[in-house]
């Protein structure tokens, strides 16, 4: 049998739900910023979001594991930014990157591959726009003492004279390249022959929506990799092969906004024919003697003696042994640092560097090498990537949008508490307080979640929350039916309660229960804004749970047991109609049960 309203003992319940308030909101003002704002997505408060699409060289499906050691570099690289909100997720085969905010741009940058890598510089050509030279390029700037030097590099051959003496410091450093050797140097490069030239980057087809290379790109691929890492371009003599070298570097198109297939894809085993300094000159590479994992650490500094930013390296322990020997044996020779396939410094070897430091140089901006030494700090990036997508929200933009879901979400609890109050009367103004009361508890949970696990409430996590007002106003009217059917039978108001909630809880439990485990599945099988939907919808479920049974039966049980006339009148209840079809049921079945006894 049910337990009676006045065993319910509803203050205790009310107590419990007021110290769960209390405790969320002292968090709330007490933890964090302070401040009880939630996180807002890009979509509310404005950012960018970039998708980078995975590229291999044969063109084949990259493998989950690659995928996500990817997305976790990218993660470091995007907290580096230090701009809170941040998101890198999967979506399939692509990588997308969340940043709200102004500072999104810096996004953009995020999904270079940063395969870096230093290799002997062999041979080097100017490019065609660039007027000949009868004489080495001057320095860009003063080079560090006991670094690579700026000036002019030596031949492989018969190495020149350095400009610049070294002291007995070595920070290291590098510059500008200087000119190519005499018998090495190509300023105008013949045509290749057609069988030789690769497609041209700008003719890369659009990276298919699963993340796969498409068949175009992959074969652009192999075939620059055949003619730029071909292995005969440099003899067993160590000499290059000079028609092999003309045709690769005439197949090479540096420009500033020339899409370099090989970007992020070149076998670190084979020569490379590469573009460097700025689009200004073509590089022949040895094999890559020193991989970029090798760093430990990396940052930026400006350099007061060349007027200069540069990005300060310091090797791991193997790589501070293998740049320690390549630089003692190659004292007056070039080394490329390349990175992506492109060479951002070749600078001039003065002095054999043995503390494991050295510099990268090359007329960068403040922050181009913040960005740079980043990147290199976090590691480099398995797979290349291509940016399929970028789009910016401005914050006006994000204002608006979030203006029209709280429009949205206003209207829907007007219709609501209308509905409630023209229907339920009374027991429609607990059901306002009681959404009051969930949309408090609602809210100091978005802050904190916020805080805690980095969330960021969208447009499609209103959404949820705004199918939720319904799902806990659906919850109250399961509640009240309930108690309407007890009445029919010709129970008091009183009575009622107890037996109607054991009767509505199940309902209620089994309603929510279903949709909880539809918004968990959708939020284990969605990405995205879908994920941010089904979590405010399957947590605000779960928060429906706790007010009905800490709030509503209790405020309801309160009513049916309240001397106060007003309270109890069936009428302002919106029973009274009810309670009179259950009275007029009773009196007919005693009035049927008098008929049997006298028959």
Request: aromatic residues 6%.
């Amino acid at each position: 049998m049910a337990a009676s309203a006045g065993h319910l003992r509803p203050g205790r319940y009310l107590a419990l739900f007021a110290l769960i308030v209390i405790v969320l909101y002292a968090l709330v003002f007490l933890t964090g910023n302070h401040k009880p704002t939630p996180k807002l997505g890009i979509d509310l408060q404005g950012g960018t979001r970039v998708t980078l699409t995975a590229r291999t060289p044969d063109g084949g499906q990259p493998t989950r594991e690659s995928l996500n050691q990817a997305r976790q570099i990218i993660e470091r690289r995007v907290n580096g930014i230090g701009v809170g909100g941040t998101e890198v997720l999967l979506d399939g085969n692509n990588v997308v990157i969340t940043v709200p905010g102004e500072q999104g741009d810096q996004a953009k940058n995020l999904g270079k591959t940063a395969k870096l890598g230093f290799r002997k510089v062999v041979a080097n050509a100017t490019q065609p726009v660039v007027p000949p030279q009868t004489t080495p390029p001057p320095a860009t700037g003063t080079p560090t003492s006991g670094a690579p030097s700026s000036s002019a590099p030596a031949s492989s051959s018969a190495p020149a004279a350095t400009s610049g003496a070294p002291t007995a410091t070595k920070t290291g450093g590098g510059g500008a390249p200087g000119a190519a050797p005499a018998q090495q140097q190509s300023t105008t490069p013949a045509p290749p022959t057609s069988s030789t030239t690769p497609p041209p980057a700008s003719s890369q087809a659009p990276a298919p929506s699963d993340g796969s290379v498409d068949a175009d790109t992959a074969k652009e691929i192999q075939a620059s990799k055949a003619v730029r890492q071909n292995k005969d371009l440099i003899g067993a003599d160590g000499q290059p092969n000079q028609e092999l070298v003309t045709q690769a570097m005439a197949s090479l198109t540096c420009a500033p906004n020339a899409k370099d297939p090989l970007e992020g894809n070149d076998d670190p085993k084979l020569p490379l024919v590469a573009c460097g300094d700025h689009d200004t000159y073509k590089y022949l590479l040895e094999p890559e003697f020193l991989p970029g994992t090798e760093i430990s650490d990396a940052n930026s500094t400006y350099n007061t003696q060349n007027g200069q930013w540069v990005v300060n390296l310091s090797f791991k322990s193997e790589g501070t042994k293998i740049w320690a020997d390549f630089t003692s044996k190659n004292v007056n020779q070039q080394a490329a640092f390349v990175l992506d396939t492109q060479v951002v410094s070749a600078p001039n070897i003065q002095v054999a560097i043995l503390d494991g430091n050295t510099q990268i140089t090359g007329k960068f901006t403040q922050a181009e090498a913040k960005d740079l030494s980043d990147i290199l700090k976090y590691g480099s990036l398995p797979l290349s990537f291509a940016s399929s997508d970028a789009t910016t929200v401005s914050a006006t933009l994000g204002l608006a949008s979030l203006q029209a879901g709280l429009l949205a979400g206003g209207i829907g609890l007007l219709v609501v508490f209308v509905y409630c109050l023209f229907y339920y009367r009374l027991l429609g103004v607990l059901t306002i307080l009681s959404l009051a009361l969930s949309g408090a508890l609602v809210f100091a949970v978005l802050v904190l979640l916020g805080r805690w696990i980095g969330y960021t409430l969208d447009l499609a996590g209103i959404a949820g929350l705004i199918i939720a007002i319904g799902i806990t106003a659906d919850s109250f009217v399961i509640y009240f039916e309930r108690l309407k059917d007890e009445i029919r039978e010709g129970r008091t108001f009183r009575s009622a309660v107890p037996r109607g909630w054991v009767r509505a809880r199940r309902t209620i439990l089994a309603s929510d229960g279903v949709s909880f485990l539809a918004a968990a599945i959708l939020y284990i099988i969605a990405v995205g804004d879908v994920q941010g939907f089904a979590f405010t919808l399957g947590m605000s479920t779960v928060l429906d749970l706790v007010v009905v049974y800490l709030v509503t039966h209790p405020l309801v049980a309160m009513v049916s047991t309240s001397k106060s006339s007003f309270l109890s009148n069936p009428r302002n209840l919106g029973l009274g109609a009810v309670q009179q079809l259950g009275s007029q049921r009773k009196k007919s079945a005693s009035v049927g049960r008098a008929n049997v006894k006298e028959a």
